[in-house]
């Protein structure tokens, strides 16, 4: 038996070998269309990227992890087609945590936030558990940081700075760490992130971002909030049912039930049209 080596039959078998690799890279980019669509779909508000972002992410990472896998092909130029959906999956995976790293909003500064002064999206709580006229825990203080930021979630977001009065004096925590079985900011934390969750349930509190600036030689708590794609209901302690608060202006206030209806049915049917065309 003898081997062709014509010219013909040496262009054919680049012809078939540019169309395989042709076949197996548009598979590649196909895959990574679709990897990119279901993790923008599985994270939903867990990541900043909007859909179209997502799966293009999906496009270059599969492409760049495609494009490793033919540089590394074996010596007969045809590469293992289970090698090129791996690279492909962890190029993919691996632009995707530095996209969205780099994408990730970053919060303002809580310096220029008090500078700024409260507003419709802004407000200052000077505690979040102890009364400064009675010198005691109060649970209207409590629900108030609860209110607040569920007026956040139902309307345009906002941020919360505690340990800050309204004038804009920083204060610090020292008066709430006093019931924490530690006085220590990760206790309160702890405490801070249980009562939210408590009070406005797991999927508002995948809203929230918690952090604890320190300004001169105190710590304040931003929590910044992001609108929610739902209405968010409050349980407050002590309180029978839920409760409905949205902010207006500079105020939270809370909605009566045939209110609340009404502006749900507006607010949050937009919303969750806006965020599927995202």
């Known amino acids: 038996m003898t081997t062709d080596f014509s ?19 548009a598979a590649v980019i196909v895959f990574g269309a679709l990897l990119g669509y279901l993790v923008r779909v599985t994270l939903g508000r867990r990541t900043t990227l909007s859909m179209s972002a997502t799966i293009l992410v999906g496009i270059v990472g599969s492409f760049l992890g495609g494009l ?40 303002p500064e809580a310096s220029a936030v008090i500078a700024a002064g409260e507003s419709s999206t802004v407000e200052f709580k000077s505690t979040a558990r102890h009364n400064l006229h009675s010198g005691q825990r109060d649970d209207r203080i409590e629900a ?6 569920a007026g956040f979630l139902n309307g345009d977001g906002g941020i919360l700075l505690i340990g800050v009065d309204d004038s804009g004096q920083v204060l610090g925590l020292e008066d709430d760490l006093r019931y924490m079985k530690q006085p220590d900011i990760d206790r309160f934390e702890l405490w ?21 600036p320190q300004l001169g030689d105190r710590q304040v708590v931003m929590v910044a909030v992001r609108s929610s794609l739902r209405p968010v209901f409050a349980r407050l302690p002590k309180s029978d049912g839920v409760r409905f608060y949205v902010r207006m202006g500079n105020s939270t206030r809370e909605l009566p039930v045939d209110q609340a209806i009404a502006f749900c049915a507006d607010r949050f049917r937009s919303r969750r049209l806006r965020g599927r065309r995202r």
């Open 144 to 149: 108030a940081v609860v209110k607040t930021i």
């Open 7 to 25: 010219p013909a039959a040496a262009a054919v078998a680049g012809l078939q070998l540019e169309a395989t690799v042709a076949v197996e890279v």
């Open 192 to 212: 801070l992130t249980d009562h939210l969750t408590r009070c406005l349930g797991e999927a508002a509190q995948a809203e929230l971002t918690i952090t604890f």
């Open 68 to 107: 490793l896998a033919l540089l590394l092909a074996d010596v007969r130029g045809v590469p293992d087609p289970r090698g090129l959906v791996a690279s492909a999956l962890a190029g993919t995976v691996l632009i995707f945590l530095v996209v969205q790293r780099w994408a990730r909003p970053r919060p």
